[in-house]
């Protein structure tokens, strides 16, 4: 099995930073993309930001400019810069990795447990 831990959230007010990060462990051959995706409370989860193994990124137009994902391979690890946080920033957090467990085998997609992020006005 593949585990995702993510940390680094919390709260912090209107204009201020928070880093995420996400490592994964287990069961791993290789990764993929992985990526970070929210949920605030009564909508539905979003994508956030992704990065390929080959650091290629996508952003939602919401967070392009104050939010950067980033990655270190060989620790199995993804980052999240969030800065300028908005209240509308405020949502769990999830982590995802595409993942394949041994050569040849499909791609699974893992998640995180989530961590909470709270921006004040």
């Known amino acids: 099995q593949v585990q995702l831990v993510e940390s680094g959230g919390g709260l912090v007010q209107a204009g201020g930073s928070l880093r995420l990060s996400c490592a994964a462990s287990?069961?791993?051959?290789?990764?993929?993309?992985m990526g970070w995706y929210r949920q605030a409370p009564g909508k539905q989860r979003e994508l956030v930001a992704v990065?390929?193994?080959?650091?290629?990124?996508n952003y939602a137009d919401s967070v392009k400019g104050r939010f950067t994902i980033s990655r270190d391979n060989a620790k199995n690890t993804v980052y999240l810069q969030m800065n300028s946080l908005k209240p509308e920033d405020t949502a769990d957090y999830y982590c995802?990795?595409?993942?394949?467990?041994?050569?040849?085998?499909?791609?699974?997609?893992?998640w995180g447990q989530g961590t909470q992020v709270t921006v004040s006005s």
């Open positions: 995802n990795a595409l993942v394949r467990t041994d050569w040849g085998s499909p791609t699974y997609s893992f």
């Open positions: 287990g069961s791993i051959f290789s990764i993929s993309t």
């Open positions: 990065i390929t193994n080959g650091g290629s990124t």
